[in-house]
């Protein structure tokens, strides 16, 4: 886990570390959609009961809460409050980790989540 996963993050706000920020800009330079941002939330299904949504927002929904090149709805957020998205590199690979504090469990397949 980064320090910036290891500060305490208000409920209702979800930190994106400088790391999963230069990711986001990388990838939206590189589809060419400058005003683009990353739709992340939660979803009924997978294995445990949730699934996490990351996806491309071509448009922000007037009901969306924006955080540093993300939106998220309000009803995501009651799940997704005091998350930290992170970009990791490793020996495994790379890509973007929720440490999400209200997260109970997971399933081994890696794409589902409890709460």
Not at 56 to 81: E, H, N, R
Not at 85 to 101: A, E, I, S, W
Request: glycine share 14%; net charge positive; hydrophobic share 35%.
């Amino acid at each position: 886990m980064t320090a910036a996963a290891a500060q305490t993050v208000n409920k209702r706000e979800i930190v994106v570390t400088q790391s999963a920020a230069d990711e986001i800009q990388r990838q939206r330079e590189k589809r060419g959609t400058p005003e683009a941002r990353i739709r992340v939330g939660v979803r009924g299904g997978g294995c445990t009961g949730f699934t996490y949504v990351f996806e491309w927002a071509d448009q922000v929904k007037p009901t969306d809460i924006v955080f540093d090149g993300i939106v998220v709805d309000p009803k995501s957020l009651v799940y997704l409050g005091g998350m930290t998205l992170d970009f990791v590199r490793g020996m495994m690979g790379h890509g973007f980790k929720f440490n999400n504090p209200n997260a109970k469990g997971s399933c081994g397949c890696g794409e589902s989540v409890q709460f």
